[in-house]
Every structure is written in structure tokens, then in C-alpha cells.
């Protein structure tokens, strides 16, 4: 990620951002507070409720106008190379501190508005993956809270993963449209350059097809088709479509002023710059098509002055300025004073038929490794999987061996014991091996293996193995504890009670559900395994 410190415009403004963002969830709290002492019967306490109600809100107002004002900043995502129309950026959604690893911490909420950055947020979504799988278990939450704000500035807070991931989505689509609107569009690189970081900015549509129920409303489908129809209506400037999804009564009130001004400016600029294209390309009436040129560059300006934010924009004044001068000085040349023929009403510019493509988001062009690698293979040791302490066995040699048959690689597995040999130690089938003698091993094929066991001195071997529990050995174990000690049972039912209640909190998901059951099939032949059953995969010491 790029210095968090650094002064640039817009560090500036994420960091105003941030702080507003801060402050509206501020207010909020104190708002349903103030609002849950309205239950009292103390008249007196109501009016004092009531007048620091008034001050709450009156605060929120100001602050979200404050927030609109910074989400309709627009310039310090455009380059200053060439005057070009400017194009709709989105900020990052920011977030707040995780006791994770410091480094991709701060990366995270600062990536650098170029391919490393994406880069960077494509590898933390793609480790994102290997820690679903080890430390998520699908019906029972860890109490790691998400947070995230949103366009609204109203802050949201999930306690699953899934949450997380549509939010790094988010930003990635966000950090694409900043790549697309700082590029130079007056020259035929830039213009590709562009087209392709807003088309891959489309991809919001992936997060819309692979997400459901979000928390918020930026999250939300219809604001999701929102975006994608805006990306896709900067790469084509066609904008009529997206106007018309700005202008529906759920996202009216959501988008931003000047979004939507800016949007219909466009689609009026657009509009004239075709009729000005056809009568420079025309013979026939030339004169009809500068005509309603004329008309929409004056209806563009008009809109563009009745929104202030984009008032105090330059470049696009500038911009609408030269087209209409460069119409009306077209339309002059051919205005003559003897003309009295009544000017024709030119007919529309029909549509494109070409349609610009959506490009998905393809994370595997960023290779990552698992950070949790150490813990061992990811197929085994994970969250669907219920695994026992660690023991620690120590094995003397007898005149049979250790009496243990092993198989499997990545980790080892012990297949059979002889009774009364190894058993009695503490070894069970079933039994994964995880070190030797000290030496970790969940990596170690069967070969490496056995050759530790083969290397032990006289005084025996030290394994540490772990047991991987069965659903049915959990429920076994459940009633041990409630027929021996009933308030120990009393207080795993409260116990249960609460997780049941927890999980209800996981409202944010993936519409695909994982497998929650592939570890426990491949292993549950293990327990039932006979010692005399011996397959060429396996081997007796």
C-alpha cells in the first residue's frame, strides 16, 4: 500500500472521510439512546430528551451534508494532463482497525491507485479464502467484528467473513474507477486505458450475483445495478439509462446530488456532440442537426449551474463552454439572414448496438500462499473439522516394533495399534501425527515418516498426535457430561442456547454454501478400520 501519512489530495480526503464517518456513528449511538429514555413517565426527562433529540439530528444533517459534499469531490481523482469531461469515481469504503498483522493492516486501507494496489487487495481477498476455511466454522461465529461504512456514512458491522469479502470487492471495483478517471482520455492510450479500468469496474455486477442480504445500502442490489449501469454508461457515454436508475424513488434519495446532475449534464453533452458529429458528416439537413446541437449544450449548461459542487468544477465548465462555442459558431456560418426556409426538425441518432463488456474480476492471476501454512494441510486441519488436544505419547521399541500401522501422507495416519501394546500408551486409531521426537511433521510424507520411527533410539519415541472428533462422539460426550453433572448440563444447554442466538447474526453470506461435510467423509472410514485389514498404502512398525 501507498504511505498512510502522505499528504496527497486525496489521503486528505479519505482521512475527512474517515472522521465524519466517525462522528455520524457517534451521533448515532447517542441518538438511540436518547431515544430508548423516551420510555420513561418522567415528563420532565422527556422534554430534556426531546431538545437533545433536536441537537442530535440537527448534527447528523450537517454531517451528512458534509459527507455528500466530499463523495461529490471529484476532481482530485482526474488527471491534470488534458481537459477532458470528468468521469464518477467511488471512494474506498474505510474500516476500522483489526488486531491482525500490522503490515496488511495498513495496506489494506491504503492501496495505491495503480495495479499494485489492486494487486494487493486481490492477494488479501484470495487469503481471505484459506482463512474461511481454517477459522470459520459455517454455524458458529468467532466473535470477529467487520466494520465498514458506507456511502451514507452510516456504519455497518458483521460478525462474518462473507461481510469482509464484499467489502474488499467493493473497494477493488472503487480503485478501478480512480484508475479510469486519472487517466489522460485526449489521447488514443489513454482512452483504452480507461475503457478497460471502467469495464473491469463493472464488475460490481460480480459482487450483485455472488452476494445476498447486505447490510447496507451501497451493498445493496439495486444500488449495485446502479454502479454497474454507471460504469458501464462511462465506458460507452451513453448515460440515459443510468439517469433513469438514479431518478427511481429507492435511489433518489441514496445517490448523491451531484452524481446525478452530472450524469444528466453528460447525457445531454453527449446527445449535442452527436448532432454536431452528424451535420459536420451530412449534406442534408446540417442545419436541423447544429439546431438541436445548439439546444442540448444550452440545456447542459443550464443543469451544470444548478448544482453547486459542479459549479466550482473548471475543467467541466470549460469543457461544455468549447462545445457550445464550437456548435454555435457552425451554426452561424450556415444561419444566413435571407433565409426564411422554416429549419427542419432533425431526427434522433439512433443507438449503438455494440455493447460494452462486463469483465470479471479473474483472481487468479495473483498467486498467494497461505500464511497458516505451518498448521498443517488445509483439506485436514480446518474449520470443519473438530480436533482434540495435542498428546504427547511416548513409545518404547518391543521385540514386535511399536506395534502401529500407519497410511496417508500429509499427515500420517495411524490405521491400528496392537491391544495392549500401544494402546495402552494412549494411541488410538484414527490418530493423526503431527511430530516426532519434537519434529513437526503434518507436511511429512508416509516415507519421512516412517523413517523417524526407524531412527528412534532405545529409549523409545515421543509422538504428538491430535484425534479428530466424530459428530457422534461429540454428542456421546455431551450426554457423559449431562448424566454426571446436571448443572455442568445446565450450563452447556445455556451454553448452546447463545450460539444458536449468534449465529442468527450471520445475515451477510455467500449465495453458494461451502461443503461442510468433505473432511468428515474422507476420514470416517478411519475409525472402523481393523487392524488386520493392511492395504499396500499402508505399513506395520
Not at 145 to 168: I, M, N, W
Request: proline fraction near 4%; charge should be neutral.
Amino acid at each position: 500500500g501507498c504511505d498512510p501519512f502522505a499528504q496527497t489530495q486525496r489521503s486528505k480526503l479519505q482521512h475527512r472521510r474517515a472522521r465524519i464517518n466517525q462522528q455520524i456513528n457517534k451521533e448515532m449511538r447517542m441518538r438511540a439512546g436518547a431515544e430508548n429514555l423516551f420510555a420513561t413517565t418522567n415528563n420532565k426527562v422527556k422534554e430534556t430528551v426531546a431538545l437533545e433529540l433536536s441537537f442530535v439530528n440537527s448534527n447528523l444533517q450537517l454531517l451528512k451534508e458534509e459527507l455528500e459534499e466530499l463523495n461529490s469531490n471529484m476532481e482530485v481523482y482526474q488527471t491534470d494532463e488534458a481537459i477532458n469531461v470528468p468521469m464518477i469515481p467511488l471512494g474506498l469504503k474505510e474500516t476500522k482497525e483489526v488486531d491482525f498483522t500490522v503490515s496488511i493492516q495498513q495496506a489494506m486501507r491504503t492501496p495505491s491507485r495503480n495495479q499494485a494496489g489492486l494487486e494487493l487487495l486481490m492477494e488479501y481477498y484470495n487469503q481471505m479464502y484459506y482463512l474461511d476455511q481454517r477459522f470459520f466454522p459455517l454455524h458458529r461465529n468467532l466473535g470477529v467484528h467487520f466494520h465498514y461504512d458506507s456511502l451514507t456514512g452510516v456504519p455497518s458491522c458483521q460478525r462474518t467473513l462473507a461481510f469482509e469479502k464484499g467489502s474488499v470487492l467493493f473497494n477493488i471495483g472503487a480503485l478501478y474507477t480512480q484508475i479510469g478517471a486519472r487517466q489522460d482520455r485526449s489521447a488514443p492510450a489513454g482512452i483504452d486505458k480507461a475503457v478497460d479500468a471502467f469495464q473491469r469496474a463493472a464488475s460490481f455486477n460480480y459482487l450483485k450475483e455472488n452476494f445476498c442480504n447486505a447490510p447496507s445500502l451501497d451493498m445493496s442490489s439495486p444500488s449495485l445495478c446502479m454502479l454497474v449501469r454507471l460504469m458501464v454508461a462511462q465506458v460507452s457515454d451513453v448515460y440515459l439509462l443510468v439517469l433513469q436508475t438514479m431518478t427511481q424513488p429507492l435511489m433518489k434519495d441514496y445517490v448523491p446530488f451531484s452524481w446525478a446532475s452530472m450524469v444528466q449534464v453528460k447525457s445531454e453533452h453527449f446527445r449535442a456532440l452527436s448532432h454536431y458529429y452528424a451535420a459536420v458528416a451530412l449534406c442534408d439537413h446540417t442545419k436541423a442537426h447544429l439546431r438541436r446541437a445548439v439546444i442540448r449544450h444550452e440545456e447542459a449548461m443550464r443543469v451544470h449551474s444548478l448544482c453547486k459542487i459542479l459549479r466550482k468544477m473548471d475543467i467541466l465548465q470549460d469543457v461544455l463552454a468549447l462545445s457550445h462555442k464550437c456548435s454555435l459558431d457552425k451554426y452561424s456560418e450556415l444561419d444566413r439572414e435571407d433565409d426564411f426556409d422554416e429549419t427542419a426538425e432533425a431526427p434522433e441518432i439512433q443507438q449503438t448496438h455494440q455493447k460494452p463488456e462486463i469483465t470479471p474480476p479473474n483472481f487468479s492471476t495473483v498467486q498467494v500462499t497461505d500464511i497458516f501454512q505451518k498448521l498443517g494441510p488445509l483439506s485436514v486441519f480446518c474449520a470443519r473439522a473438530r480436533w482434540g488436544p495435542v498428546h504427547v505419547i511416548c513409545l518404547q521399541r518391543r521385540e514386535g516394533g511399536l506395534g502401529l500401522t500407519l497410511r496417508g501422507d500429509s499427515p500420517v495416519l495411524v490405521a491400528g495399534v496392537v491391544p495392549g501394546g500401544c494402546a495402552a500408551a494412549g494411541l488410538r486409531e484414527g490418530d493423526y501425527i503431527v511430530a516426532v521426537d519434537g519434529q513437526d511433521c503434518k507436511w511429512a510424507k508416509h516415507a519421512e515418516v516412517v523413517q523417524m520411527l526407524k531412527n528412534c533410539s532405545d529409549r523409545g519415541v515421543e509422538l504428538s498426535v491430535v484425534t479428530l472428533h466424530s459428530h457422534d462422539e461429540e454428542r456421546r460426550a455431551a450426554m457423559l457430561s449431562q448424566s454426571s453433572d446436571k448443572e455442568n448440563s445446565r450450563q452447556y444447554l445455556l451454553g448452546g442456547t447463545k450460539g444458536q442466538n449468534s449465529t442468527s447474526l450471520l445475515n451477510w453470506n455467500r449465495k453458494k454454501k461451502r461443503e461442510g461435510s468433505g473432511v468428515t467423509k474422507r476420514l470416517g472410514s478411519t475409525f472402523s478400520l481393523s487392524f488386520g485389514s493392511i492395504r499396500d498404502t499402508e505399513a506395520m512398525y
